[in-house]
C-alpha cells in the first residue's frame, strides 16, 4: 500500500508529464505552447532529477551534464515571450534526451529545428542587443527574439555537434558547430563587449563552441580547416577569458609543431606595418608559446612547464637557440630550479655554437657552492671538453668524476660517461709530445670504447664510430673494417660518414678498387645534394690509383651539383639559421683538390684559373697559398714558393702540407740551419704522427748530418715506409 507522504511527489510527477505531453503535441503539430502551459521552474528540476535517475543504468558515449541553469534561462524566454515556439522546444527537449544519454533521440529532436528560419532573427536579437549596449539606449523597437531564447538555440546547435561527435560524424559536427561561430560573428563583427550576456549562458555555449569546433575538423582530418578554425578563434574578439585564450593558443602551438603538415601564411590584414608575420609552421608556433610566456609573466595566466618544453623544441628546429637562452633567462624567478635554469641555458649555448660560454656555466653548476655531482652536467662538461684539444684533459676529468657518481647505477649511463672519457682520451693523445704518454692515452681510449660498446651491447652508432676510427688511427685496420661494417648496419646504410669510413679504411688497406666501388653504391643510395663528399672521395681514389682525367670528371661534376646548390640557396631555399651557404668549405676544398691535379700535370694555367675561383670564396685560405707555393716549386722559382708557404702558414700556424714543404724549400735552399728545418717537421709531426712525408723529410735531414745521426734517419725512414702502406686517401676524421 502506498503511503501518504508519496502521494504529493507522484501527482508532482504526473502534473509535470502533463506538460510534457503538452509540449511533445505542440512539437507534432508545429504550433506554440501559451504562457500559463509552460513548466515551472520547480517542478521541471523535479522532472530532471526523476527522469535521471530512471536512465542511470543507460550506456551513454556523452557524459550526462545538469544544467538547471539552462532550464531556468528557457523559462525566462517563456515569460519574455509568452509562448515557446517550435525551434525552443525542441531545443530544450533535445537537451533533456542528450543529458540522458539518448545522443541518437538527441540529434533527431535537434535535427528538426529549422536553422536556416531561425538564424535571421537571432542575428537581428544579437546585433540590436550590441547596438543598444554601445548606444545606452533602449528606445528601439524590440527584437524578434529574447537573449534568452538566442542562448538556448545556440546551446542546442552547440550539443546538436556534440551528438554528432559522439556517432562518429565528425565533418556534420564540425559544420555545426560552426553556424555558432558564424551568427555571432556576422551579427557582431566589432566583437562581443565585456559582459555581453552575462544575464545567461550565451558566452559559456560560445567559448566551448570555439574550443571545439578545431578539435572536430582535426578528427575530420582536415588540417587546413582545422588550423583556420583555431585563427580564427585568436584572431576575432570573442570575449574569451584568458584561461581559454591561452589553452587555444597552446594547442594550436603544438598542433603547428606535430600535425606533420605545412599551413599556408596567416592573412593578417590587420596588422601594422613592419610588424612580425609568421611565414611558416615553425614561426607561428614560436610566436604562439612567447605570447604565452609574456601573459605568464605579466601574472596573467598560470604557469605551464610544458609550454617551455614545445617552446625548446620549435627554437631548436629553427635554430633560435639564443633566443630560447634569451627567455629561460627572463623568466621569473623561482619558475624553474638553479640547476635546471643553468643546465638549459648550457643547452643553448651549446646547441648555438658557443661553447666556451657553455662550459663556464657548467663549471659554475658543478662548483662546490652548486652541486659537482650533478650527472648531466660532468656528462655534458666532457662532451665539450673531448671537442677541443686545449680543454681534453678536463673532460677526462669530468667523465671520470660521473664514472665515480655512476657506481653500481645503470649501465647504459655508464656506457655513455666512458663512451666520452675515451673520446677526451683519444683527443688528449695527439697532443701529447712524449711518445710513451701519447701510446698510453691511446690505448686508454680504446679501452674506454671497448667497455662503453660492452656495456651498451655494440648497439650504440657513435660509439661503435669512434672505436672503428680510434682502431684506423692505431692502424688496427682489421678491428676498424669491423666496426665501419657494423655502424653502416646500425644504421641501416643511411649513414654517409660510415660509407666515407668504410672507404677510407679500405684505402689504407690498399684495396682501392673496393674502395671505389663502395663509394658509387654510396652514391646510387645518396641524394644529390648529400652526395658531395662521396663525390670528393671517389676522386681522390681515382688520382691514387693514376686515373686523373676520370678524376677532373668527378671534380667537374661536384663543382656543378655545387652551383646549382648554391643558386638554389640565393633564390630562397631555406636552411637552418646560422648554417650559412651549404657546402661552402667542401667547394673550396674541391678547387684546391683540382688545382693539385693540374699541378701534378704541370698545367699551370688551370691550376691558377682554380685557385682564382677559389679566391673569390675566401681570399685568406692556407691550402690555396700551399698550393700556389707549389706552382712556384715545380717551376724552380723557390723563394716565391717559401714566400708563398710562409703566407699559408701566417694564416693557419697548424696547416701541416705547409710546414713541410717550406721546410723542403728551406732546406734546398740552405737559407737555414737544419735545426730551422727540423724544427718545421717536427711541429708537423707533433700535430700530425702519423704523416708519413714529415717522417720521410725528417729521415733526410738526418742523413744529412752524416753517420753521427744515421740511426735516427734509419728509423725515420722505417716509420714514413710503414705508414705509407696505410696511410688513406683522406684523414680517417
Not at 509540449?23 to 520547480?42: E, F, K, T, Y
Amino acid at each position: 500500500m502506498r503511503s501518504k507522504k508519496n502521494r504529493p511527489k507522484e501527482r508532482g510527477r504526473v502534473g509535470i508529464s502533463r506538460r510534457m505531453e503538452n509540449i511533445m503535441n505542440c512539437l507534432c503539430s508545429g504550433g506554440q505552447l501559451r504562457a500559463d502551459q509552460m513548466v515551472p521552474s520547480s517542478e521541471i528540476l523535479a522532472a530532471n532529477d526523476y527522469l535521471q535517475s530512471s536512465s542511470s543504468s543507460r550506456a551513454a558515449d556523452v557524459e550526462p551534464r545538469q544544467d538547471t541553469g539552462n532550464i531556468e534561462e528557457a523559462e525566462s524566454s517563456l515569460r519574455e515571450s509568452g509562448c515557446l515556439n517550435y525551434e525552443e522546444a525542441r531545443a530544450l527537449l533535445g537537451r533533456y534526451e542528450y543529458q540522458k544519454g539518448n545522443i541518437e533521440a538527441a540529434l533527431h529532436v535537434f535535427e528538426g529545428i529549422n536553422i536556416a528560419a531561425v538564424a535571421p532573427k537571432m542575428k537581428l536579437t544579437l546585433a540590436k542587443k550590441g547596438e543598444r549596449r554601445r548606444r545606452r539606449s533602449q528606445s528601439d523597437a524590440a527584437p524578434p527574439m529574447s537573449i534568452h531564447a538566442v542562448s538556448l538555440i545556440l546551446e542546442a546547435i552547440f550539443l546538436k555537434a556534440k551528438s554528432l561527435q559522439g556517432l562518429g560524424r565528425f565533418k556534420e559536427a564540425a559544420q555545426s558547430c560552426n553556424i555558432i561561430l558564424d551568427i555571432v560573428e556576422s551579427s557582431l563583427p566589432e566583437g562581443l563587449h565585456v559582459n555581453f550576456g552575462s544575464d545567461c549562458k550565451l558566452q559559456e555555449t560560445l567559448n566551448k563552441a570555439i574550443e571545439l569546433l578545431p578539435e572536430l575538423w582535426k578528427l575530420a582530418d582536415s588540417p587546413h580547416e582545422a588550423i583556420l578554425s583555431y585563427r580564427r578563434a585568436l584572431l576575432h574578439p570573442w570575449n574569451l577569458d584568458a584561461e581559454t585564450n591561452a589553452k587555444i593558443q597552446k594547442e594550436f602551438a603544438v598542433y603547428l609543431l606535430y600535425s606533420g603538415g605545412e599551413a599556408s601564411p596567416p592573412e593578417l590584414r590587420s596588422q601594422m606595418d613592419g610588424s612580425f608575420v609568421p611565414r611558416n609552421n615553425i614561426e607561428e608556433a614560436i610566436l604562439l608559446l612567447i605570447i604565452l610566456l609574456r601573459k605568464f609573466s605579466l601574472e596573467k595566466i598560470e604557469w605551464d612547464p610544458s609550454i617551455l618544453d614545445h617552446l625548446s623544441y620549435a627554437l631548436s628546429l629553427s635554430g633560435g637557440l639564443r633566443a630560447l637562452a634569451n627567455q629561460v633567462e627572463g623568466l621569473l624567478p623561482g619558475i624553474m630550479n638553479r640547476e635546471e635554469r643553468y643546465y638549459t641555458l648550457v643547452l643553448c649555448y651549446y646547441g648555438d655554437g658557443d661553447s666556451l660560454n657553455a662550459l663556464n656555466l657548467l663549471k659554475k653548476l658543478l662548483s662546490k657552492r652548486e652541486n659537482p655531482k650533478h650527472l648531466p652536467a660532468l656528462l655534458m662538461a666532457s662532451k665539450i671538453c673531448g671537442e677541443n684539444p686545449n680543454f681534453a684533459e678536463d673532460g677526462i676529468s669530468y667523465a671520470r668524476r660521473a664514472l665515480e657518481s655512476l657506481q653500481g647505477g645503470c649501465a647504459e649511463m655508464r656506457g655513455v660517461a666512458n663512451y666520452l672519457l675515451g673520446i677526451s682520451l683519444s683527443v688528449h693523445s695527439r697532443s701529447v709530445v712524449a711518445d710513451s704518454e701519447r701510446v698510453q692515452r691511446q690505448d686508454e681510449a680504446l679501452h674506454a670504447l671497448e667497455t662503453a660498446g660492452r656495456m651498451m651491447k655494440v648497439r650504440d652508432p657513435n660509439v661503435v664510430y669512434h672505436l672503428s676510427i680510434e682502431n684506423a688511427e692505431q692502424r688496427k685496420l682489421d678491428a676498424a673494417l669491423y666496426y665501419a661494417n657494423h655502424f653502416i648496419k646500425l644504421e641501416g646504410g643511411s649513414s654517409v660518414k660510415g660509407w666515407l669510413l668504410l672507404a677510407r679504411i679500405l684505402s689504407a688497406k690498399k684495396r682501392l678498387k673496393d674502395a671505389e666501388t663502395i663509394i658509387n653504391a654510396a652514391i646510387d643510395q645518396t641524394g644529390k645534394w648529400d652526395q658531395g663528399q662521396l663525390l670528393r672521395t671517389k676522386a681522390k681514389l681515382q688520382i691514387a690509383r693514376g686515373r686523373l682525367k676520370q678524376a677532373i670528371k668527378t671534380y667537374t661534376h661536384l663543382l656543378a651539383i655545387l652551383q646549382v646548390q648554391r643558386k638554389s640557396f640565393g633564390s630562397g631555399m631555406k636552411f637552418l639559421k646560422g648554417s650559412g651557404y651549404p657546402d661552402k668549405s667542401l667547394e673550396l676544398d674541391t678547387w684546391h683538390d683540382l688545382a693539385y691535379v693540374y699541378i701534378s700535370l704541370s698545367q699551370w694555367h688551370d691550376a691558377e684559373i682554380c685557385l682564382s675561383k677559389s679566391r673569390s670564396i675566401s681570399p685568406y685560405s692556407a691550402a690555396r697559398y700551399h698550393a700556389m707555393g707549389l706552382i712556384y716549386q715545380k717551376q724552380s722559382l723557390n723563394k716565391e714558393a717559401l714566400k708563398a708557404f710562409a703566407n699559408a702558414v701566417d694564416i693557419e700556424p697548424t696547416h701541416i702540407p705547409s710546414l713541410i714543404s717550406m721546410a723542403v724549400v728551406l732546406r734546398h735552399l740552405g737559407l737555414q740551419s737544419d735545426a730551422v728545418v727540423k724544427s718545421l717537421l717536427t711541429q708537423a709531426l707533433c700535430l700530425d704522427r702519423m704523416n708519413p712525408s714529415a717522417w720521410f723529410n725528417l729521415g733526410l735531414v738526418y742523413k744529412h748530418n752524416g753517420a753521427a745521426s744515421s740511426q735516427e734517419a734509419a728509423e725515420c725512414f722505417q716509420a714514413a715506409a710503414r705508414l705509407e702502406e696505410s696511410t688513406p686517401v683522406e684523414p680517417f676524421r
